[in-house]
């Protein structure tokens, strides 16, 4: 293991969380959004759709594969990619409101599939999961600096 694998791997994880959160907050400001996409094939709008973040393990690097090949896997991992944003399939709720510009005809508003109890939750965990990782960056950099100071 490299002196700078664990701040390598680390920074991947800050960097995953952060873009989590961003998509919790988005998901968040367009909770009560009614016309986010239109459909040309409908020639309607349709609500805003709930996204979410599909992480993936970082794996292929040569020195890894070349580990595990030779038996001298550590059993550390590389970190962590983004590998797409997926939307949310959930079915829209449908809101009795007849007097919503968006209301059909018999008075219901689709509206998105946006749990904010559930962004909250989510939230909650990135939150926790970031926080830990900048306590793993912050020991990895004070190992370092001790390690620096035994020449002295």
């Not at 409101?97 to 904010?116: C, K, L, Q, R, S």
């Amino acid at each position: 293991m490299g002196i700078f694998q664990s701040i390598n791997t680390t920074g991947s994880s800050l960097t995953s969380q952060r873009l989590r959160m961003d998509v919790i907050s988005s998901n968040m400001a367009n909770a009560d959004t009614t016309r986010a996409e239109y459909d040309a094939e409908t020639k309607e709008w349709k609500p805003y759709s709930r996204k979410a973040v599909v992480l993936q393990s970082k794996e292929g690097s040569f020195s890894s594969l070349l580990n595990a090949a030779t038996g001298k896997n550590s059993g550390i991992g590389n970190g962590v990619k983004v590998t797409e944003i997926v939307k949310d399939e959930t079915p829209f709720e449908l809101d009795y409101n007849p007097e919503h510009p968006d209301a059909n005809d018999d008075g219901y508003v689709e509206m998105p599939n946006v749990d904010p109890l559930r962004e909250m939750v989510d939230l909650m965990s990135v939150t926790r999961s970031y926080e830990a990782n900048v306590t793993v960056l912050n020991a990895s950099k004070g190992m370092m600096m001790k390690a620096l100071e035994i020449g002295k």
